[in-house]
């Protein structure tokens, strides 16, 4: 099965800083990366397709990019609202699966 | 809008068979445009892929638990159900149901509904 790395595990960051999350694949997905967002007690949301593709409604400050095996998830302008735990995922290829997830915390 | 819901027992003993259903409301079950599946999280861990399934009844599994997994899929009482033979409490987790549009990543989820796996 392929492994997805995120870094870091946890970061603090305030209201306005600019985020960045890392995942990486241990073999090529293509752009076949999603990345979704997981506040507590509630089912994820997907932000980000395709590698670089905003799901219909999420706000632009939400940025994917990358290929192949090093991806990237920017969030510029933090809003109180983006705390919360970011996880990436491979639909590459069978079984499917997901990075170990980034909390993001308030500083 | 497609809404989905989760319902089953919320404690199974061990050795036993997780059973679980998910309502399909708001949208159409048998395009074949979707596919419906089930993912899970174990509490205060990250989330696992159990398995997909089409409307033509073609399912897909993670070898971790394809030995005791079925996902079947009713598009007459419009429900998708999973069933986990053998649970351990390793099982116990937040099951969620979830649709994706084929060959894309999950875009509707459940609520998702907790199942612990205790005697």
């Known amino acids: 099965a392929i492994q997805l790395t995120q870094s870091p595990s946890s970061l603090s960051a305030s209201v306005g800083d600019r985020v960045t999350i890392a995942c990486r694949a241990s073999?090529?997905?293509?752009?076949?990366l999603a990345w979704y967002q997981q506040k507590s007690g509630k089912p994820p949301k997907i932000l980000v397709y395709?590698?670089?593709i905003l799901e219909s409604g999420v706000p632009s400050r939400f940025r994917g990019s990358g290929s192949g095996t090093d991806f990237t998830l920017t969030i510029n302008s933090l809003q109180p609202e983006d705390f919360a735990t970011y996880y990436c995922?491979?639909?590459?290829?069978?079984?499917?699966?997901f990075g170990g997830g980034t909390k993001v915390e308030i500083k | 809008q497609v809404q989905l819901q989760e319902s089953g027992p919320g404690l199974v003993k061990p050795s036993e068979t997780l059973s679980l259903s998910c309502a399909v409301s708001?949208?159409?079950?048998?395009?074949?445009?979707?596919?419906w599946g089930w993912i899970r999280q174990p509490p205060g861990k990250g989330l696992e892929w159990i398995g997909n399934?089409?409307?033509?009844?073609?399912?897909l599994y993670n070898p971790s638990v394809q030995s005791r997994v079925t996902i079947s899929i009713d598009t007459s009482k419009r429900q998708i159900s999973l069933n986990l033979s053998s649970v351990t409490a390793a099982d116990t987790a937040v099951y969620y149901c979830?649709?994706?549009?084929?060959?894309?990543?999950?875009?509707?989820w459940g609520r998702g509904t907790l199942v612990t796996v205790s005697s």
């Open positions: 979830v649709r994706g549009r084929r060959e894309l990543p999950a875009n509707f």
């Open positions: 708001g949208g159409s079950i048998t395009t074949t445009s979707y596919y």
């Open positions: 399934i089409y409307s033509d009844g073609n399912a």
């Open positions: 073999q090529g997905v293509t752009t076949s």
């Open positions: 395709d590698a670089s």
């Open positions: 995922q491979q639909f590459h290829t069978y079984p499917l699966t």
